[in-house]
């Protein structure tokens, strides 16, 4: 139904200002059941007092039943805790006034996962998706007075196993790698699918009243979803909303609808009637030309400006209104794929052009931060965000094999103006496509698609993670007599359950079924493609563990790069409180068991061995071995994932041999769910490994990017995100990048000269230096070629005893970087640099930012800071350090004295690792 709506006069304005100042979300009245409730397992007469949200496990743990269920070897310990039913239950006090509503409705945001639900004694649903929220009708079961509501959990384990018995056939995998110590079936549940493993976290079949519980009353309907989308007609700006109602009691309904955005003059009003017990009323809203929108932009790109949208409901028989309130922003969103050469084989782009301009993405993927859901609060969300864009992030993929994130999550993503590529929540695994399982499928696209959709910050829903590319590369033991059924029951899931239904709520923002994919080829395919890591279409997934990926000739030149990525270890300081000191080593059971990736231990020493040597045994220091290795492996994972970012950056501009155009790099992967070796940037607490510090100089908005090819010619690039561009047609037919009004425009040439030093590991002095005048008209362009036999002089440099730097106009610029000729080995003559923290002063006016003094008595590459048992972070780690002196700054996350900073503070470098003590 559409609406047409009117004016309001302005005494309703007054009143609708005077209504949202006081706080009222969602007008119907509600009684809270979030808080104190107990929890008891099937079978045992001991009940334990619970916080909802929570769940099972930190429940115990909060009442000292178990300890910390990261430390040891717990997630395998209290494995039985996720294999028991357990109940929670909780009494609630109901009016007499409640109790003669016409409508009463017991309302789950989150329950995780399957379980009977019982008011009084009495059963009102089963729930099978952690997911849906589920309203249900419960006016009958509710008394005045003193009421019981118990939540009946079936361990997810035993239901996942009586799912698979059900099955006329397997749906694989069976059960996860033994090196991830998980458990089976995760695929036949709809629930967070890493809760039973995955290769960098634990199991903990979780069991939780995960979100808001309440009961909600009222007497003719209730705004249940807004949903909102914004599109750009020539010069003017439109917004499309939708509200869905609740009036389950399928009676005729008259009242008014007000919709109310100040800030945009828009204050209109309609009379609405309602006759279906699930109504919705649609109406497209013209932005007054005498107010001036701002768009919503990406972070770098501009302001990410909100708009707050009122939406009233209120009954001609002057009940209680329903009232909902949420932010938006006025951006379009376009996912390009066009031919990029006159060959047809040469495939398709795959950019994004957020309001009319080609972005190119530069983020990390997101993996659930915690397997207890209740730990991860606003606090946490918005630090990692902010870590985010301090490194100069745009962009965010949510991994498939997680949750829904909370609204919170989406509301600092859309604040900070972080783009988010949103996966639903399939992950390597094909999925049954029984119709109770489709149909379950298809309520949970609904409502979270409902949910999310007005989040600016959303520019792409994703069917699946690498689903299709497990069932056409042969990822699990297919039966062949089976292979057909399990490629019919991937389109009944992602083309015409998933798909379907997301295209029919939000036709704003594109759609793939999977990723990695081909695209829109992959639709012209029938739903799965031949080759769905192909380079030219689509997305792609790259992890190469046995290549030295600080050359260009191991990295591919993809259109969009969604995952790529490579292992290091966390700090040791985030180890030891998980375990005796004693069984920290780098080989250890403890080691072995928090490793679940095959082969990951062996791996990344070979990759240590490719660029360094393995640190000696220290008998009178045990521990630091280990701490080298951690140490040798985040350097390793910085720099591999610095050399492949730089090279999908270089790509951007131009297509050459039918590959390029590359716009997007997102590296596996930003967070932690616990403390482990695995392939992200931020560790569980929030510490930022060496990775996420090499970020911030990746991402830069101007970046120097030199590489060798064939190592005859030295090639350095100039990156930049400055200049606007659109896309151009070579005659040849051949497509690149250039600027938008370059001969009206003075901002689209960047000038500046570029300087090259080589220096001797040994010698302060540069030994030859080189520089150049440049004019980026570009995104990315070469600006400089030196031929390596200029480079290298046997007399003066080796391989190994030499290395390049570049910087822009001036050494202390902000744009610098700096490239190893070889292995980075002590017989190298890379000096033994004694390196002291001479100075750590608080910085006037800046609360806990503390300005740090280094001195170093040679060249010292890859000097580390860490401040141990501190939250924040350094300006700068990591780094090279050439001059005798340097300063950084630690933001602190706490208050914290100077003196207790100073005695946290430690510093290393790289021939630290071969100092025998």
């Known amino acids: 139904m559409l609406l047409q709506l009117i004016p309001l006069p302005f005494i309703l304005l007054l009143l609708l200002s005077e209504f949202f100042s006081c706080n009222v979300i969602d007008g119907q009245v509600r009684i809270n059941l979030n808080g104190k409730w107990t929890i008891q397992a099937e079978g045992s007469n001991v009940s334990y007092p619970a916080t909802v949200p929570g769940g099972v496990y930190m429940a115990l743990y909060n009442n000292h039943v178990i300890d910390d269920p990261y430390a040891g070897f717990n997630d395998v310990a209290y494995r039985n805790i996720g294999k028991k039913n357990w109940n929670f239950t909780k009494k609630f006090t109901v009016t007499e006034s409640v109790v003669a509503s016409k409508n009463i409705a017991l309302v789950c945001l989150g329950i995780d996962t399957v379980a009977q639900i019982y008011i009084n004694g009495f059963h009102v649903r089963n729930t099978s998706n952690m997911f849906v929220r589920y309203v249900t009708d419960v006016k009958k079961y509710v008394v005045v007075g003193t009421n019981t509501i118990t939540v009946a959990f079936t361990s997810p384990v035993t239901a996942a196993n009586k799912a698979n018995e059900k099955l006329p056939y397997t749906v694989p995998p069976n059960c996860p790698n033994p090196k991830q110590n998980g458990e089976c079936h995760i695929n036949l549940l709809r629930k967070m699918q890493a809760s039973f493993s995955w290769d960098w976290g634990p199991a903990f079949p979780t069991l939780s009243i995960w979100r808001d519980i309440y009961l909600e009353y009222f007497n003719t309907t209730v705004i249940r979803d807004i949903t909102t989308k914004t599109y750009k007609g020539n010069d003017d700006w439109y917004l499309e909303v939708v509200v869905f109602f609740d009036n389950r009691a399928r009676v005729p309904v008259k009242g008014k609808l007000s919709i109310h955005m100040s800030e945009l003059k828009v204050m209109l ?12 009323l649609k109406t497209i809203i013209k932005i007054p030309k005498d107010a001036v929108v701002e768009p919503w932009w ?13 939406v ?25 794929q066009t031919p990029v050469t006159k060959r047809a084989s040469d495939g398709l782009t795959f950019y994004f052009k957020i309001n009319g301009i080609p972005v190119f993405f530069k983020g990390s993927n997101w ?12 606090a946490r969300i918005r630090n990692l965000f902010q870590s985010l864009v301090d490194a100069n992030q745009n962009s965010m993929r949510v991994w498939g094999g997680g949750v829904y994130e909370s609204d919170e999550f989406y509301q600092i993503a859309d604040e900070f103006g972080v783009m988010i590529w949103q996966d639903f929540m399939f992950a390597v695994a094909l999925y049954p496509d029984t119709p109770q399982f489709l149909s379950s499928v298809k309520d949970e696209v609904v409502y979270q698609v409902r949910r999310l959709m007005h989040h600016p910050s959303i520019v792409i829903w994703a069917g699946n993670n690498e689903n299709e590319i497990a069932l056409v590369n042969g990822w699990f033991p297919l039966s062949l007599e089976h292979y057909k059924k399990y ?19 939000d036709n704003s923002r594109p759609f793939v079924t999977s990723s990695p994919s081909n695209g829109v080829k992959t639709k012209s395919d029938g739903g799965i493609s031949p080759n769905p890591a192909a380079q030219n279409y689509g997305d792609i997934h790259f992890y190469d563990y046995i290549s030295n990926l600080w050359l260009d000739s191991s990295i591919p030149i993809p259109r969009f790069a969604s995952e790529y990525g490579i292992q290091s270890w966390c700090s040791y300081s985030s180890l030891v409180p998980l375990l005796n000191q004693s ?7 403890f080691t072995i068991h928090r490793q679940h990736h095959l082969a990951g231990q062996l791996e990344m020493e070979a990759e240590i061995l490719q660029h360094f040597d393995l640190p000696p045994s220290s008998k009178k220091f045990k521990h630091k071995t280990f701490q080298d290795i951690i140490y040798l492996t985040q350097i390793n994972q910085a720099m591999s994932i610095r050399f492949e970012t730089e090279s999908y950056r270089r790509h951007q501009s131009e297509v050459v041999n039918g590959l390029g155009i590359t716009m997007g790099a997102l590296y596996w992967q930003l967070n932690d769910i616990w403390q482990a070796p695995t392939w992200s940037s931020i560790e569980y607490d929030g510490t930022w490994k060496m990775l996420h510090y090499y970020s911030k100089k990746f991402f830069s908005p101007v970046l120097i990017s030199p590489y060798f090819v064939n190592e005859k010619m030295l090639y350095i690039n100039m990156v930049v995100d400055g200049i606007p561009i659109k896309e151009h047609r070579r005659s040849d037919g051949s497509l690149e990048m250039v600027p938008l009004n370059i001969s009206k425009s003075k901002n689209s040439v960047l000038t500046g000269t570029l300087q090259v030093k080589l220096y001797n590991w040994k010698n302060r002095t540069p030994v030859k230096s080189w520089t150049q005048k440049y004019s980026l008209d570009k995104t990315s362009d070469v600006v400089l070629k030196i031929p390596a036999s200029e480079i290298v002089d046997h007399k003066k440099c080796s391989l190994t005893s030499c290395f390049l730097f570049f910087f822009l106009d001036s050494e202390d610029s902000v744009s610098t970087s700096w490239l190893p000729l070889g292995r980075l080995v002590p017989s190298g003559g890379i000096p033994f640099a004694k390196i002291k923290i001479t100075k750590v002063v608080a910085v006037s006016g800046r609360n806990n930012t503390f300005d740090i003094t280094l001195q170093s008595s040679d060249i010292a590459p890859f000097v580390w800071l860490e401040a141990t048992g501190i939250l924040g972070r350094f300006s700068d780690n990591g780094f090279l350090m050439i001059n005798a002196s340097k300063s950084v700054e630690f933001y602190a996350w706490q208050n914290v004295p100077v003196d207790q900073l100073k005695t946290s503070l430690t510093v290393k470098s790289l021939m630290d690792v071969y100092n025998i003590r």
């Open 298 to 310: 990406p972070h770098g790109y501009g302001k990410a400006r909100l708009y707050t949208l009122n």
């Open 487 to 505: 490629r019919e029951a991937y389109i009944k899931l992602y083309v015409d359950t998933i798909g379907t239904n997301v295209m029919k709520e």
């Open 583 to 589: 069984a920290l080593k780098y080989w250890s059971n």
């Open 367 to 378: 993996i659930p931060a915690d397997s207890f859901q209740e730990r991860v609060t606003p």
């Open 269 to 280: 009003t309609s009379n609405i009637d309602l006759t279906k017990d699930s109504d919705e």
């Open 312 to 336: 009233i409901f209120t009954s001609d028989k002057d009940e209680e209104p329903s009232a909902k309130q949420i932010k938006i922003g006025f951006r379009t969103v376009e996912l390009i």
